[in-house]
């Protein structure tokens, strides 16, 4: 059958019958970004949204240089086109008022790309390549551009409707589609195979596993206008009694504040002046004076909207007919600004391997769950750097005792010996570098560093006791980093 005729013929079963090859829920990053790449395979998709209004959120602002070359290999770059986004080229890590600037790495290639000629334009610029950039924005904007996306693309049908139900075969139990309200109607829509992408709070999530997010903070946001940061273009990272704070530009005028809070911190207290107090009394004085005045002009006029920091270790996808995908199977602390970084490269990987090549019949469950293991473990090289990572940069850089404090310092001083001491960790945090190996070995060098500086700062006399003590930094390290290593080692 010619393509168009096949096209058209898969329109109408979308539009009358509602069948589709694959029917997604959530057009968030994850849905809309899979949608594009599936279409584009010939495939016919029904995306499903519940709420297509821009969203205003306070997640999903920062996208690493790994995330930009993920949505490049998608076809989407232009999707970061006119939403006035914000070149990002790296951190300043501001420690105690000390600052350390951390670039991306200039040197930086992902795995089996070829080497960089001096002659070679970069494929994201069309320029010189140069160090790589990541892209800070609205939220919203940047998902109306994806949705837009979406739309515009042959074979996917965007439909406003939120999914209440899953549809199970009364044979097989296996999934084949979702029930959902449109326009206050009840309705449903079928596909050979379900992918479920709505997010971190997601209705189906535990129908499939048994385990819940794990959220021991929460991010507030504050969105600050005309703030004068220390080192514009950069993403920054503010350590030093309580939690971390982070600062980025996501507009010309605007800048996010995400200010992380741990549960039941006596100063957010409501006895102490809940939030509001707590932001006053003990954030504000952290920040640069420059930060300041802009900073307190937001606690006084915005809305004050917070999000749990969730952690939630990856699953293989072991139900026929459905894939979890995006926040709703796996997540992270974002403090790292990872998880968008993650969903558009699952993206790519989930394309790869599903493709028609590959994967003639999407209701062959059998050959899908046999490509969602090898999705699975191919997946770790870079999903389990920056979920680690995330996890164990902000125990750090959330110290509540000693020995984090230690390796806090540790890490900052770590940073600044400069060289391969920031290209690894930044290589990896920003998407680039692709092996946990490497992750281990920095992580360890900051270890030994942290207990060096532990020794070696104390005075003659209590040096012995210091001695002793660097032991336990040490053990804390291994602490810190063995939960998240063993939870990326299960199936
Ligand atoms: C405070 C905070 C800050 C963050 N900052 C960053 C950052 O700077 N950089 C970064 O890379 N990552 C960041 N993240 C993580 C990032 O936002 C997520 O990893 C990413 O948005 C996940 O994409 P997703 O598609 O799985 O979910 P989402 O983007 O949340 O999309 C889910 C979609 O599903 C829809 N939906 C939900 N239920 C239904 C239903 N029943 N029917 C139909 N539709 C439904 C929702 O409306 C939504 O559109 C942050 C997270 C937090 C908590």
């Known amino acids: 059958m010619p393509i168009a005729e096949r096209r058209a013929k898969a329109e109408q079963r979308r539009s009358l019958y509602h069948e589709a090859d694959v029917v997604i829920v959530g057009a968030g990053i994850l849905g809309c970004a899979v949608a594009v790449a599936l279409g584009n395979q010939g495939r016919s998709v029904i995306l499903l949204e519940k709420s297509l209004r821009e969203p205003d959120r306070i997640v999903g602002e920062l996208l690493q240089p790994g995330g930009v070359a993920a949505l490049e290999k998608l076809g989407l770059r232009d999707c970061l086109e006119e939403i006035d986004a914000v070149k990002v080229f790296g951190y300043d890590v501001i420690y105690y008022g000390e600052e350390v600037r951390i670039s991306y790495p200039g040197n930086a290639r992902e795995d089996g790309e070829e080497p960089v000629q001096k002659s070679q334009t970069d494929e994201m610029r069309g320029t010189k390549r140069k160090r790589p950039e990541g892209r800070s924005f609205h939220h919203g904007r940047f998902i109306q551009r994806l949705r837009q996306r979406a739309m515009e693309t042959p074979n996917v049908t965007v439909v406003e409707a939120a999914a209440t139900e899953l549809v199970r075969c009364g044979f097989t139990d296996r999934i084949v589609g979702v029930e959902a309200t449109v326009s206050g109607r009840e309705d449903a829509f079928f596909g050979d195979l379900t992918i479920i992408a709505d997010g971190y709070a997601s209705k189906f999530r535990k129908e499939f596993r048994k385990d819940l997010p794990v959220a021991k903070s929460k991010f507030w946001g504050l969105e600050l206008i005309d703030a004068k940061l220390p080192m514009p273009n950069h993403g920054h990272v503010i350590l030093g009694d309580g939690a971390p704070v982070l600062l980025y530009q996501i507009g010309t005028h605007e800048t996010r504040a995400l200010i992380d809070i741990p549960q039941n911190l006596p100063s957010a207290a409501v006895e102490a002046g809940g939030v509001k107090g707590h932001l006053k009394k003990v954030v504000l004085p952290s920040l640069p004076a420059e930060v300041r005045p802009s900073f307190e002009a937001a606690i006084d006029r915005d809305r004050l909207r917070s999000m749990p920091n969730s952690w939630l270790p990856p699953t293989t996808n072991k139900s026929s007919g459905l894939i979890l995908l995006g926040d709703a199977m796996n997540m992270r602390h974002p403090l790292t600004g990872g998880g968008m970084t993650v969903a558009f490269n699952d993206a790519v990987l989930l394309s790869e391997l599903l493709s028609p090549e590959s994967v003639p019949d999407l209701a062959d469950a059998h050959a899908v769950l046999k490509k969602m293991r090898v999705f699975h473990w191919r997946r770790k090289g870079l999903t389990s750097v920056i979920n680690i990572l995330a996890q164990a940069l902000y125990s750090l850089f959330a110290a509540d005792d000693a020995q984090l404090k230690a390796l806090q310092m540790g890490c900052f001083h770590y940073f600044k010996l400069g060289g391969n001491c920031i290209d690894g960790p930044v290589g990896l945090l920003a998407g680039i570098i692709r092996r946990p190996f490497v992750l281990f070995y ?50």
């Open 442 to 491: 920095h992580f360890f060098a900051v270890a030994l560093y942290a207990m060096w500086i532990y020794v070696t700062s104390a005075s003659l006399a209590i040096m012995p006791l210091r001695l002793l003590g660097s032991a336990g930094v040490f053990w804390k390290a291994c602490v810190v980093i063995m939960p998240y290593i063993f939870s990326e080692l299960q199936s």
